[in-house]
């Protein structure tokens, strides 16, 4: 009788899911982006915030909590209620940040569920103007004879553009010396005013900069050049063959939020992705489109948590 009770309350509790999919959102969807405002992920975030808020009919409210390489937001988004009322827009980093960090508080893989792809882009590795260095052989012969006065700058310790520092020196055969940020903006910031030497950093996010001539491209690390950058070289047709570095940016819900819910937002990422004037956002900023299946994201932060783990474990690096 109990079992025939359990099985009972459990059918209804099934079949009330697509209606709680139709019913959902009937309020305002928190989006934690987990990096400080100005920075690559309010990049993508704020223009796809706008759309889903569009798309489905509810704001879409920004939320920066920024620090520690965006675990912080990514904790707090993993300790959420799993009601669909919370979203996270994280980076890459996130890969990164399950491969190098070892007291997180919650884990990547299985207190977030994936819902898709937001947007992927090459790295760019942009150089500061005092630098003088236009081409990537220019500036690793630069850094080879200036042994240890060199440096590279990035959004903080473990993050992937740290990585990419650790990975581009030892390919190149120089020592360079971390320099951590509390974010991209300010570690742009110091490119800028000459407190840095390099940085790598999201095409999109480095646009602007890269346009305006604050900030002098040397390559991207994608295996082709980018539609929307296409004078600059890749870093495999500049003399360093086999270095490929690509950034994306997904969504994130709490794990244990009802798969309908997952469906829906992540056909109305596709659906913000059909409007003509996202395509061309992402267009400027050098991306691609997002809108894969949870189950392709999920694939594609697994094979980058064992890529960027091989990464920290050859640098040595540990984040407590």
């Not at 800028?192 to 900069?209: H, K, M, N, W």
Request: contains cysteine; proline residues 8%; charged residues 20%.
């Amino acid at each position: 009788m109990k079992m025939g009770i359990r099985m009972a309350i459990a059918a209804t509790a099934l079949a009330a899911l697509p209606a709680l999919a139709q019913d959902w959102p009937n309020r305002p969807v928190k989006m934690i982006v987990p990096f400080p405002p100005g920075g690559g992920t309010d990049t993508v975030a704020r223009p796809l915030a706008a759309k889903l808020s569009q798309v489905l009919g509810q704001q879409f409210v920004i939320d920066n909590r920024g620090g520690a390489g965006g675990t912080i937001g990514a904790a707090a988004a993993a300790k959420s209620p799993a009601d669909g009322y919370t979203v996270l827009l994280y980076s890459v980093h996130g890969a990164v940040a399950a491969a190098a960090y070892k007291n997180l508080s919650y884990d990547l893989e299985k207190d977030l569920a994936p819902v898709t792809t937001a947007a992927i882009f090459p790295d760019v590795l942009v150089a500061a103007n005092r630098v003088p260095a236009k081409t990537l052989p220019e500036l690793v012969a630069f850094a080879k004879a200036n042994p240890g006065k060199i440096n590279c700058g990035s959004a903080g310790n473990g993050t992937s553009r740290h990585l990419s520092c650790e990975m581009f020196a030892a390919a190149a055969g120089f020592k360079a010396t971390h320099v951590p940020y509390k974010g991209t903006g300010p570690a742009t910031a110091a490119l800028i005013a000459g407190e840095i030497d390099y940085i790598f950093e999201a095409l999109g996010s480095a646009g602007g900069q890269i346009r305006g001539g604050t900030v002098r491209p040397i390559v991207v690390t994608s295996a082709k050049r980018s539609p929307s950058f296409p004078e600059i070289p890749t870093a495999m047709e500049s003399g360093m063959p086999g270095f490929e570095v690509t950034s994306w940016y997904g969504l994130w819900v709490p794990a244990g939020t009802p798969k309908p819910v997952i469906e829906k937002l992540r056909a109305a990422v596709v659906k913000a992705f059909e409007d003509p004037d996202l395509k061309e956002t992402w267009f400027k900023l050098g991306a691609e489109p997002g809108g894969s299946t949870p189950e392709a994201f999920r694939d594609l932060v697994s094979r980058d948590i064992a890529k960027w783990g091989q990464v920290v474990r050859d640098a040595g690096i540990t984040i407590e």
